[in-house]
């Protein structure tokens, strides 16, 4: 019997996720909960020191050792360690797709349907999300794993929406395309790497908690649960196990996430380097070790991700002191900007660097957001938009990129398909440095606009953003709602790191006294005028009135007395207060499941009060 603690009944009505095997490996994973804890709590220690000490990240000390390895700084970033060669499976991912395998409130015959699209969409990997575009209400973390399971094993379930699914796709494709995509759609399930992606470091697990009652880790969890339920049938059709790791921000940490891998390859019997892992870059400290992270991971290392959103927002929390540092409006900040195409060049110099074998890494590109709904011309613009993105990447040495829907699949993969190279591994760049320059071009800025155009949106959309992840959408089509009956102005899809990166734009606006590029005639403001503390009011409050407004499509109806309040109140809080939030999905997290705008403020006070005593990030399920 295992003497981990899970709430309500979900042991038995998730029985086929929670098996024996499941649960009898993770509780011999648990105690590496607390390895993780005690990480945790340095990352926030380095966060309060950096800010007490007005202190700018940098590089490490060649001669430090790499915590939780027996490997130097130096060692790493000489390539003196050994990696893995790169799977046949992930020698050619010219497009991988990112979603969720599972839907909110509904049933296991209409949420399956994610996977379906995901597997015949013709992606040459698909990353099933459990993390930030996996709405987290009630237990869709446990729907996501339940039908990931059904479909790796090829249950009938899965296959009857499958067959319907792929008929869809067929219409659809045939519309847009002129031609179908899917020809056999039983083949087709079994084209695309199937990949996941596990909840970050700083998560806990709603569900699960160890013997002592302390939250287990979501990562863990996810992991666990993941490979023990499927790596007999993935390997049994010669697959690789893979997975996508968020949110490292550290060596020690990429180090403790190689123990927890080896760890469940020892239990598992399996060959030390058997699960293969992806890392996004999502974090700035990370970007200062780059080697040093590919080598604490070792032989589960394939390659790095360019994470956009994420990263941007990490930039801002990290010079949260830095009243000199200010982002512009969010569309501004493209991969070409300042500090984001510094941060790119270093990814790609960092994968093509030989290890001790002369094996090199992957570099998957960053997200494409754009969906091709809308009028025909706003459809072309943005498409246009999005091909030219990715001929971008592809020139700057991506071996491939991310989609965030199916039907950008066939529009985006002829980039690398005309090209025709499997990947881009060993292509030359020149070799890393480590200097102050380098050091100053990551947190680099650049002249742009800062609007109140730009703050409009940045309100609009993380509103919607936080009433989407209450309503159970981790991941939504949203635009500001200024062009809600605009068909010409596209949707894009916005996950959990955009909604992080519009609060921290509007926090730094309003707390480094940022200043307006452009005049504007409905505020009256003026060029060089302070974003003010009694602006942003203005705009949250007819921002929300223009959601309050809005139709179903846009904002649903059962939201505007539920969960879109406890959006606001959660906006403003965050913004308002002086002392920066880490993460907005914290304040989101602990409302899940709660419909109670009273409810919410005593919860976000309590979260408030225990960040600004001690430090504490409160991670938690509330309702365990």
Same mark, same amino acid.
């Given at each position: ?23 009898? =490996? ?85 949420? !399956? ?25 009630? =237990? ?64 806990? %697990? ?17 992991? /666990? ?86 990263? !941007? ?20 900040? /493209?991969?070409? #900007?300042? #500090? ?7 990814? $790609? ?5 030989? @290890? ?18 809308? /009028? ?42 005309? !090209? ?12 890393? /440095?480590?200097?102050?320059? @380098? ?11 800062? =609007? ?29 709602? *200024? ?18 990166? $519009? ?13 307006? =590029? ?35 499509? @846009? ?18 809080? #965050?913004?308002? %207060? ?6 907005? !999905? ?36 509330? *309702?365990?």
């Amino acid at each position: 019997m295992t003497s981990l603690q899970i709430r309500d009944n979900l042991e038995q009505t998730y029985s086929d996720v929670f098996t024996p095997e499941v649960l009898s =490996t993770l509780s011999y994973l648990s105690d590496l909960n607390n390895e993780r804890l005690a990480i945790m709590k340095k990352r926030m220690e380095r966060r309060q020191k950096r800010a007490e000490n007005l202190e700018m990240i940098n590089f490490l000390n060649p001669d430090d050792k790499i915590d939780g390895t027996d490997l130097t700084v130096q060692d790493a970033r000489s390539g003196k360690f050994i990696g893995p060669e790169i799977p046949a499976d992930l020698q050619c991912q010219w497009i991988q797709g990112t979603g969720p395998g599972a839907k909110p409130n509904t049933t296991i015959e209409r949420s !399956i349907r994610n996977v379906a699209y995901a597997l015949l969409s013709g992606a040459d990997g698909w990353m099933f999300d459990g993390e930030d575009a996996l709405g987290q209400i009630s =237990t869709m973390s446990l729907d996501n794993q339940r039908n990931l399971k059904l479909a790796i094993s090829a249950e009938d379930i899965f296959l009857q929406a499958a067959e319907q699914v792929a008929n869809e796709m067929n219409k659809w494709s045939v519309s847009f395309l002129g031609r179908e995509t899917i020809n056999d759609w039983q083949k087709q399930l079994n084209f695309t790497t199937k990949i996941f992606r596990a909840r970050g470091l700083h998560l806990d %697990d709603r569900h699960i908690r160890d013997e002592k009652g302390v939250a287990l880790s979501a990562s863990l969890v996810d992991v /666990t649960a993941y490979v023990v339920n499927n790596y007999k049938n993935l390997q049994a059709k010669d697959s690789s196990i893979v997975l996508y790791l968020p949110k490292i921000q550290t060596a020690e940490e990429a180090a403790l996430w190689n123990n927890i891998l080896s760890t469940l390859e020892a239990y598992l019997e399996l060959p030390i380097g058997t699960i293969k892992v992806y890392v996004l870059v999502e974090q700035l400290e990370a970007t200062f070790q780059l080697m040093e992270i590919r080598a604490a991971l070792g032989v589960h290392f394939v390659g790095y991700n360019t994470g956009r959103w994420d990263y !941007i927002n990490s930039v801002a929390d990290a010079v949260a002191w830095n009243n000199n540092f200010i982002n512009p409006n969010i569309e501004s900040i /493209t991969m070409t #900007y300042g #500090y984001m195409k510094n941060y790119e060049d270093r990814v $790609r110099r960092a994968v093509n660097t030989p @290890d001790l074998n002369g094996n090199f890494a992957l570099w998957q590109g960053g997200m494409e957001p754009n969906i091709p709904v809308g /009028t025909e011309s706003g459809v072309a613009d943005s498409m246009a938009k999005a091909v030219n993105g990715a001929k971008r990447e592809q020139s700057a040495g991506a071996s491939g990129k991310w989609v965030a829907h199916w039907k950008m699949v066939h529009i985006v993969r002829p980039v690398w398909a005309e !090209i025709g190279e499997s990947n881009q591994l060993g292509r030359n760049f020149p070799p890393l /440095t480590y200097t102050q320059v @380098d050091a100053d071009g990551l947190t680099m800025l650049e002249p742009a606009p800062r =609007t109140i155009h730009g703050a409009r949106n940045l309100i609009s959309v993380g509103l919607q953003y936080g009433n989407a992840f209450g309503q159970g959408f981790q991941a939504a089509a949203l635009k500001s709602a *200024d062009f809600f009956d605009d068909e010409n102005v596209m949707y894009l899809m916005e996950d959990m790191a955009t909604g992080e990166i $519009r609060l921290s734009i509007l926090w730094e606006w309003l707390h480094k006294n940022g200043r307006l =590029t452009e005049s504007d005639e409905e505020t009256g403001t003026q060029v060089n005028q302070v974003f003010s503390m009694e602006l942003f009011q203005r705009l949250l409050r007819e921002e929300y009135d223009k959601l309050l407004l809005a139709d179903h499509k @846009d904002v649903h109806e059962n939201s505007k007395d539920t969960t879109l309040p406890i959006a606001k109140e959660i906006v403003e809080v #965050y913004v308002l %207060d002086p002392v920066k939030v880490p993460w907005y !999905i914290d304040l989101l997290n602990i409302n899940l499941n709660n419909h109670d705008l009273k409810i919410a403020k005593d919860r976000i006070r309590f979260y408030m009060n225990k960040l600004k005593s001690g430090g504490i990030r409160i991670t938690e399920n509330l *309702d365990f």
